[in-house]
């Protein structure tokens, strides 16, 4: 992506789960002459529709929508190959002389797709094995509290379990000798393309009301059925799998959970997703926000939208 292209910039809509970000993008299409492209790591999925409330036809109203369906469940996408994607989609959006709308909560494609994709050193499969290998005979603890000592910033950001990425700050601080949390930072001061970055957002207890609602909802129109459809045909992979929801509706098909506590599981983990997608946000300086009230339209929040676009 070219960072000098100021030819109808993207235009980003972000917030929460829940937040009316897909209808509030497609007016936005509306009044725009826009395409909407979705930065969403579960919506690539197809037959994922219910359990990520991917906008059907009818909802999308004839506006043209990207980067949706492009795997199966069983499939993994990586950030490079839909950073790429996503970029072409924009030029390509930009070139039909239309407006690009970018529309999703995933922070990690949202900031891959914003400021490019941080490389750094490639994988090491000696130092990975040797990690491993330390993990197993000393336990998680260990490797958190090396990092703690040469990149203590990664080491806070990350949890102890989180044994994949405590493993990558590692290898990067090994094999560079600068740690990762300060490539991070120097990688993400320059945006990689022009865009105006919104973020929609809720009072607590009304998002946790819209939240409960909507998995309320997703249950009821067949999330159970969606899930045992792709079990039989393929499954999930190891990122699939992660997706809000479907553990637990497996887990109910397999009669190791009651579909009431289902509900109720995915409602609080949704609701903890949703307070961590907050955090991030804040970390957006440049980003404005919309400050949605209740008995707000996707109507009105896109002419908020717009009426704050103006004033640059």
Do not use: C
């Amino acid at each position: 992506m070219n960072p000098s292209s100021t030819a109808n910039p993207l235009l980003v809509l972000t917030g929460t789960t829940a937040s009316g970000k897909d209808s509030t993008a497609v007016v936005l299409a509306e009044r725009l002459g826009g395409e909407v492209l979705a930065l969403d790591s579960m919506k690539v999925y197809r037959g994922m529709d219910i359990g990520t409330d991917k906008p059907t036809l009818t909802e999308r109203r004839g506006i043209p929508h990207h980067l949706l369906d492009l795997l199966a469940p069983s499939e993994s996408m990586n950030l490079r190959r839909f950073v790429d994607l996503a970029h072409a989609t924009v030029q390509d959006i930009q070139a039909r002389g239309h407006q690009p709308i970018a529309v999703g909560g995933t922070a990690l494609y949202l900031k891959g797709v914003l400021h490019g994709v941080f490389e750094g050193p490639a994988a090491n499969l000696e130092l990975r094995a040797r990690l491993r290998t330390e993990a197993a005979a000393h336990g998680m603890a260990a490797l958190h509290q090396r990092l703690a000592t040469v990149d203590p910033a990664s080491a806070a950001r990350l949890h102890p379990n989180d044994y994949k990425r405590i493993e990558r700050a590692l290898e990067v601080h090994e094999l560079s000798g600068v740690p990762l949390s300060v490539q991070l930072g120097q990688w993400a001061q320059q945006p990689s393309l022009a865009a105006d970055v919104f973020v929609l957002t809720w009072p607590r207890d009304e998002l946790d009301r819209r939240i409960n609602t909507r998995v309320e909802r997703m249950f009821d129109m067949g999330l159970l059925e969606e899930v045992e459809r792709i079990l039989g045909s393929g499954g999930f992979g190891p990122q699939s799998g992660e997706a809000v929801g479907y553990r637990e509706a497996a887990a109910v098909l397999a009669g190791t959970m009651e579909r009431k506590t289902a509900v109720q599981l995915v409602q609080q983990r949704t609701r903890q997703f949703a307070r961590k997608q907050l955090t991030w946000f804040r970390s957006m300086t440049a980003a404005r926000w919309v400050e949605a009230r209740e008995g707000d339209s996707a109507e009105s929040l896109a002419e908020r939208v717009l009426s704050l676009r103006a004033r640059v």
